[in-house]
């Protein structure tokens, strides 16, 4: 038997339920309703673009108007730090010209990067330009300082700690009682640092010269009377008032060596290297400094020396000595390479012309960073005298890692 409400469904009739047209519409009417809502959002999302381009549009025109005006008015810089060094050089430069130092008394300097304070008596910190050409001149002239450890304190003196000593130890079992065995010791090198000074001077008029670049003038100057003292104290220095060379410290023997010297091999002849085989003395000396050192070795010698060197062959017609394949590459001897220092001696009876080492453990340089420029134009009328000074000490700080040779039978 069919039900009735199956019929009525089957014959397109509308049911009870929906005999109400709100509350049941056809999908066409549903449909199109739907489309309409749409047509609406889609209206208000164009409208609200439309507004958002116009006041994007109205922001755009202000902006290029204020920066014509900015163009015409001459726009200041954007860095702050720019302002402070511009200001920082014009005053120091016109203390130099002039001794006005109204101007650096004014400046607000930053003092990051400095441990005390600046003012007239003590003389001002040199620009950071003038600063940072006088270190890069340091750094490239020819000195032990190139090869050496250099670092930067800010007290009066640097420690180094070194531990040359052997652990003991000893072969056990399991079941055997363990003694005591002698403990590394641990010796402390002290490196002082000295006042290194320099006092160029110039004449009033020549600094009234507009001309004349004062900045590169200073240093130039500083930096070669620095270069150059440095160089000699880090080779031969007494350690009084100025940094302790290598070559002021006791040598002896390689044989004999012992912690707290420096072990030389000879050259088999007096003031010259052997008539025969003159090329066997480098070779031991590259030997004798241990393996550890020698992957970071170099040697250290004068031109004059290094012309005798340069025509030494092997056994085989080689030349121990090689010239830099590539630009600013040093030359090589037997591989290793080679530092020109003029403040090495000569070779001569007895004397001490040819050092090897790795000098990165060696030798220690121990400096403050700041320059410091004191103008007096009184004590050298008509000149103008510029006291500049910094603080700097160095020495031997591994005994082990340098060795030298000396120009003697034994």
């Excluded at 609406?40 to 673009?49: E, K, N, S, V, Y």
């Excluded at 109205?58 to 005006?69: F, H, I, P, W, Y």
């Excluded at 620095?226 to 031969?236: C, G, K, L, P, V």
Aim: contains cysteine; negative net charge; glycine residues 8%.
């Amino acid at each position: 038997m069919t039900h009735p409400e199956t019929k009525a469904r089957a014959g397109g009739a509308v049911p009870a339920a929906c005999s109400s047209p709100p509350a049941c519409r056809a999908p066409a009417d549903a449909a199109l309703d739907i489309k309409s809502a749409l047509a609406g959002l889609m209206d208000d999302l164009t409208a609200f673009r439309a507004g958002i381009t116009t006041q994007l549009k109205a922001q755009e025109e202000k902006l290029t108007m204020l920066d014509r005006k900015t163009a015409f008015a001459g726009r200041p810089a954007l860095s702050t730090a720019t302002d402070i060094d511009l200001s920082h050089k014009q005053a120091f430069g016109g203390y130099l010209r002039n001794g006005d130092d109204d101007a650096l008394r004014g400046l607000d300097l930053q003092h990051k990067g400095m441990s005390t304070a600046v003012d007239a008596d003590g003389g001002y910190l040199v620009d950071p330009q003038t600063s940072a050409a006088i270190q890069t001149v340091l750094r490239s002239n020819a000195s032990i300082r190139a090869i050496s450890t250099v670092v930067n304190v800010e007290s009066n003196s640097y420690d180094v700690l070194i531990d040359h000593s052997e652990l003991g130890y000893t072969w056990t079992n399991e079941t055997a009682s363990l003694t005591e065995t002698t403990a590394p010791q641990i010796t402390r090198v002290p490196i002082p640092l000295h006042e290194l000074s320099a006092l160029p001077k110039a004449s009033q008029r020549l600094l009234d010269d507009s001309a004349f670049d004062i900045e590169t003038w200073l240093a130039g100057r500083i930096a070669d009377k620095f270069a150059r003292a440095e160089a000699t104290a880090f080779i031969s220095g007494d350690g009084i008032d100025k940094p302790r060379g290598i070559l002021s410290h006791p040598q002896v023997p390689q044989d004999i060596w012992a912690w707290g010297s420096l072990g030389y091999v000879p050259s088999g002849q007096s003031g010259d290297f052997a008539s025969t085989a003159p090329s066997d003395p480098i070779i031991e000396l590259v030997y004798a400094l241990d393996a550890q050192y020698r992957a970071n070795a170099s040697f250290v010698m004068n031109s004059k020396t290094a012309g005798a060197v340069r025509k030494m062959k092997d056994a085989d017609g080689r030349f121990l000595w090689a010239d830099g394949l590539a630009s600013g590459e040093p030359a090589r001897l037997m591989g290793y390479p080679v530092l020109i220092a003029e403040q090495m001696p000569d070779i001569a009876p007895d004397s001490i012309a040819i050092a090897f080492g790795d000098f990165a453990a060696g030798y220690t340089i121990a400096e403050r960073p700041d320059l410091r420029v004191l103008r007096d134009p009184f004590s050298a009328k008509p000149h103008v005298l510029f006291y500049a000074t910094k603080r700097v000490g160095g020495d031997v700080s591994d005994f082990a890692a340098i060795k030298l040779m000396k120009f003697a039978v034994n």
